[in-house]
């Protein structure tokens, strides 16, 4: 897994060609010692400036060789092996990071008239739009069962999230950067996103706790890594009503189990802590 446990926020200031006065901001990491990411993000803040007095456009520089930039909040380990960190992403929530413990997670389609009657029909009728959206709901499970069966070696959980279907892979292990993980990605329709960071971050994630704006919380105050003890000192008291707030919600509910569960600690550990988060034993609302 690339998560470094290090990290750092450094600025640089110079004159860029006009000779105006420039100061750009970049974040640096290391696996090896906070001095480690101080040095690296001095450099690329000294970069990120010699790309915009240059012209070029510095949110292309690098992209894909960022590791997750989130702050683990907890390492899980089976024996002496890690396994999987629990992160808080960009917006607030807890993920989970798996080193090969395969997620998967389905975006339900949007509801898409098929001409001007039924785009009237849709836009006048809620019941339309409700009985539309169930049957793509349906036909989304049913495209998951019918994968089941074609591929029956493959044993997994089947979840609903809000917003779609959650597989978590039970049968054995997968390497995230295999092409073996990659067909089954795409066959699965999995977003093309998570498919590509899958490879890079060499990592399973499966999200923990609610989006904020769905739990009734603003987005927080700042992201990782904090510039002084005053922002960071704002997050945690946002930190802290939103893990109030997310307590009144879940994140997935239980569907149904595929095919057969191997007798792997990692397996074990890693479900029994993803149903215990997501809260897949109570009737709270999705988020």
Not at 94 to 100: K, Q, T
Not at 152 to 178: N, Q, V
Request: glycine share 4%; aromatic share 10%; charged share 30%.
């Amino acid at each position: 897994m690339r998560i470094p446990p290090y990290w750092a926020r450094s600025r640089f200031e110079g004159a860029d060609e006009k000779g105006h006065t420039r100061t750009v901001a970049a974040c640096g990491w290391s696996f090896s010692s906070l001095q480690e990411a101080q040095h690296d993000a001095a450099a690329r803040a000294k970069r990120v400036f010699d790309l915009f007095a240059s012209g070029q456009e510095p949110e292309r520089y690098e992209y894909h060789d960022r590791p997750i930039r989130e702050d683990i909040v907890k390492e899980i380990s089976d024996g002496s092996s890690q396994i999987a960190v629990i992160t808080r992403n960009r917006y607030g929530a807890l993920v989970l990071n798996c080193s090969n413990v395969l997620f998967v997670d389905v975006d339900f389609p949007r509801p898409a008239p098929t001409g001007v009657l039924e785009s009237l029909a849709l836009a006048f009728s809620r019941k339309k739009r409700d009985a539309k959206r169930d049957a793509l709901i349906q036909d989304t499970i049913q495209r998951v069962r019918d994968w089941a069966a074609r591929n029956p070696p493959h044993g997994f959980r089947l979840y609903r999230t809000r917003e779609g279907l959650r597989l978590l892979f039970t049968g054995r292990l997968y390497d995230p950067t295999s092409e073996e993980t990659d067909s089954i990605l795409r066959e699965l329709d999995a977003d093309p996103l998570y498919m590509k960071l899958t490879q890079k971050q060499e990592c399973f994630r499966a999200r923990l706790t609610a989006k904020p704006w769905r739990c009734g919380c603003p987005r927080p105050p700042g992201m990782f890594p904090f510039d002084d003890a005053s922002a960071s000192e704002a997050f945690r008291q946002w930190e802290a009503a939103y893990t109030k707030q997310d307590a009144g919600f879940r994140v997935c509910e239980f569907v149904e189990e595929f095919g057969q569960r191997a007798d792997l600690a990692p397996v074990r550990t890693i479900a029994d802590i993803h149903d215990k988060a997501t809260r897949i034993d109570t009737t709270a609302p999705l988020a």
